[in-house]
């Protein structure tokens, strides 16, 4: 909601720190679903952040009251983005205060789930964005780099096992000719 003065509130609160602040420049309701969900990965994929901002009803289509939240925008780019790195840590906010729509994006790997709430005291919102932030920044500088390890190691036994499938062929195929 860049138009709604969410890109300016983001760059004010990220001016004076070392975080690199990057909206999506993706205008979410100009995007066929499936196009903006391609589009928001590939733009992790590329900026490779270790923290992302993410709102739950991106797409028109998310707004009814018969979308489940696992068909939610927000919740289909969640699991893109911790397929690409389960370390990069997500905070959900959103102005959805359902129970259903916290537990899903807790279950798909959300760090925390920040509510817009217009009645909540702008101070204390702050405070947690920030909180939820520091902690999610720190988290990720270990798990992003565990990730990246563990494909690593998931690559090379797949390569090694490939290679051992062949050599069991090969000495089947030798043991059937003696």
């Known amino acids: 909601e860049a138009i ?12 004076n720190s070392n975080v690199k602040f990057e909206d999506s420049g993706i205008e979410f309701k100009n995007e066929e679903k499936d196009d ?11 900026f490779n952040p270790d923290v992302v901002l993410l709102d739950l009803r991106l797409h028109d289509s998310d707004f009814g009251d018969e ?7 927000g919740i289909q780019i969640l699991e893109n983005i ?3 790195n389960s370390g990069i840590q997500v905070i959900i906010i959103t102005a959805s205060n359902k129970a259903w729509n916290f537990n899903i994006a807790k279950q798909k ?14 101070q204390k919102a702050i405070e947690k964005l920030k909180l939820s932030i520091e902690i999610s920044a720190t988290r990720a500088k270990y798990l992003k780099n565990i990730d990246q390890k563990i494909t690593s190691f ?15 062929e090969n000495k089947t195929q ?5």
């Open 82 to 84: 911790k397929e690409i």
């Open 109 to 122: 790997g959300a760090f925390d789930f920040i509510i817009k709430d217009g009645n909540e005291n702008p």
């Open 154 to 168: 998931k690559n090379y036994i797949k390569i090694n096992n490939h290679f051992d499938d062949k050599d069991d």
């Open 4 to 15: 709604k003065g969410w890109k300016n509130f983001y760059e004010s609160f990220f001016k």
């Open 174 to 178: 030798q043991d059937q000719k003696e």
């Open 36 to 46: 903006l969900i391609a589009r928001v990965e590939s733009k992790v994929k590329v």
């Open 67 to 73: 979308v489940e939240p696992k068909n939610l925008t």
